[in-house]
């Protein structure tokens, strides 16, 4: 027969720690336990959560936007074309890091570009607006409506940011979709960029 | 493929990590209830995520990883067209370091169950005080007296093998060397994987560590299980004899015994036998710190519920 560990002489009298702290009334409360399991696993989904923040915050990269290695990466992603500016702007040089695509809630892809101290930046999305993560919106000061092709007409806006520098969004209707160009350089360079992509990309 | 690895690697470490801070938590000290938890831990990534592969590959959709996963690869950078990215350094690391865990533990079992064999040595008649150990023993256990081979060795050999019908392997030299109160808590503690047969257990664990070499996770996962399998012997062989010194006495004798015979061996068997000596101790610690925790119960909703919501934590994390 099994003898019972009460009858054990070797038995420590009390044995320290959480069975002193549990008063006698045995580990085993329906409620303790119920809490602490689900404070571990919920403990366990933020702490991955937050892993997945943190990794975005660090690369500088929202939560669903994906950095791309191309921009035939981004078009395969996203089955958006960017036509001959695949191969880049005329005059510019892609930036590192600078093309990216959203998937949800709507496709759409950016490629930023650079020549010297401009910047531009090239949006489409499949239908509706351009994903914020991909623009972050900016209080415009101005905005006007100005023709790039007959019968085609973009909305220009600019904002002055907190440095000083002025940028200019040119954004027109693509289908159910929005083309835009964004950039800090002269606005006649900018409607003459739109001018070429809303040509190619017609 | 590497994807999927991944996936697997890390089901492996979260199930690993919340199966570890719940029983840390919830003070759950029973062997019996941590074997379960372990193989939860361990099941998980074996079985449960290729079966999520299989009934949801659209967990691989990019508007699911946008959308609903908690955790994805492509979120942390893992898709950044480089060969072998800091998250692919950081995942070959683990694949190593699993592999090193199976191969440091499937070596030398495999070598020990060879060379060990009954059929490789000398056997003899057991002694009336073994078999009345273990005619004893399989009395509190409520079992038949399985088979006792004795080895004529100066050894200490002890284990108890055999899938479909477990029987007790003890040598001459573990009769010589252990008191007859030590070789009858030695001989319970054999007769206690017996009743559970655990040779079956030994071995599925040592097939799932197989099939997940390169998983650290699993593989520490199967290490914890192993040794609550050990620390449910011991409990139970203290319960029968009465003892629990008894126990912890056999338990370094014996380890202390394999410890001697490597002082003459290279410097990676003595620093093997170390870390032998140091889990038995631990577990003689365990033995008589913890002998009482063994009779409070784990209510039963706690381990499918912990089982559920890391299946639903599992499902939301995406490599």
């Known amino acids: 027969m099994e003898r019972p560990l009460a009858h054990n002489p070797d038995r420590p009298r009390a044995i320290p720690g959480e069975w002193a702290r549990h008063g006698g009334r045995g580990p085993w409360d329906a409620g303790y336990a119920a809490w602490t399991t689900l404070a571990v696993l919920a403990g366990m989904a933020l702490a991955l959560r937050a892993g997945d923040a943190i990794s975005g915050w660090v690369r500088g990269v929202p939560r669903g936007v994906h950095l791309c290695t191309s921009v035939a990466e981004a078009e395969a992603r996203t089955g958006l074309s960017l036509g001959q500016f695949g191969q880049g702007l005329p005059g510019y040089a892609f930036t590192t890091g600078g093309i990216r695509t959203t998937t949800s809630p709507v496709r759409a892809v950016a490629v930023q570009a650079r020549a010297g101290q401009d910047q531009v930046t090239l949006l489409r999305s499949s239908d509706g607006e351009i994903p914020l993560v991909l623009r972050p919106p900016l209080p415009a000061f101005h905005e006007i409506t100005i023709p790039l092709a007959a019968g085609r007409t973009a909305t220009l806006r600019a904002a002055r940011q907190a440095d000083g520098s002025v940028w200019q969004d040119l954004e027109w209707p693509d289908g159910v979709g929005k083309i835009a160009l964004r950039g800090n350089g002269r606005t006649v360079e900018l409607i003459r960029l739109a001018k070429q992509v809303s040509e190619e990309l017609r | ?319």
Do not use: Y
């Open chain 2, 1 to 319: 493929m590497g994807r999927r690895a991944a996936e697997t690697i890390v089901h492996g470490i979260v199930a690993a990590f919340v199966v570890m801070v719940l029983l840390r938590v919830q003070r759950i000290h029973s062997p019996q209830d941590r074997i379960r938890f372990w193989l939860l831990a361990m099941g998980l990534p074996l079985a449960g995520t290729p079966l999520l592969w299989v009934l949801a590959p659209w967990r691989l959709d990019e508007g699911f990883r946008d959308g609903w996963a908690l955790v994805s690869g492509s979120h942390l950078g893992a898709n950044t067209g480089h060969v072998l990215g800091p998250l692919g350094a950081l995942m070959a690391l683990l694949v190593l370091a699993g592999t090193a865990l199976f191969l440091r533990d499937a070596i030398p079992f495999v070598l020990e169950f060879i060379t060990s064999r009954p059929a490789h040595q000398t056997s003899a008649t057991p002694s009336k005080v073994l078999s009345a150990a273990a005619d004893r023993a399989a009395v509190a256990l409520g079992m038949e007296t399985p088979r006792l081979s004795v080895l004529v060795s100066k050894h200490p050999i002890l284990m108890c093998r055999g899938l479909r019908k477990p029987f007790i392997v003890v040598s001459t030299g573990l009769c010589e060397m252990l008191s007859p109160g030590e070789l009858r808590a030695s001989i319970a503690h054999e007769m206690s994987h017996a009743k559970h047969r655990d040779p079956v257990l030994g071995w599925a664990l040592l097939v799932a560590r197989g099939l997940c070499f390169f998983n650290p996770a699993v593989q520490l996962a199967a290490r914890a299980a192993v040794l609550e399998i050990e620390r449910r012997a011991d409990q139970s062989a203290a319960r029968m004899v009465g003892s629990t010194r008894d126990v912890v006495d056999s338990l370094r004798k014996i380890s202390g015994a394999h410890g001697v015979s490597g002082h003459t061996a290279g410097g990676a068997k003595r620093m093997w036998q170390g870390f032998r000596m140091a889990a038995i101790e631990m577990r003689c610690q365990t033995l008589l710190r913890h002998e009482e925790a063994s009779s409070a119960n784990l209510p039963p909703w706690i381990l499918p519920t912990t089982a559920i919501g890391l299946g639903v934590i599992l499902f939301l994390t995406v490599a």
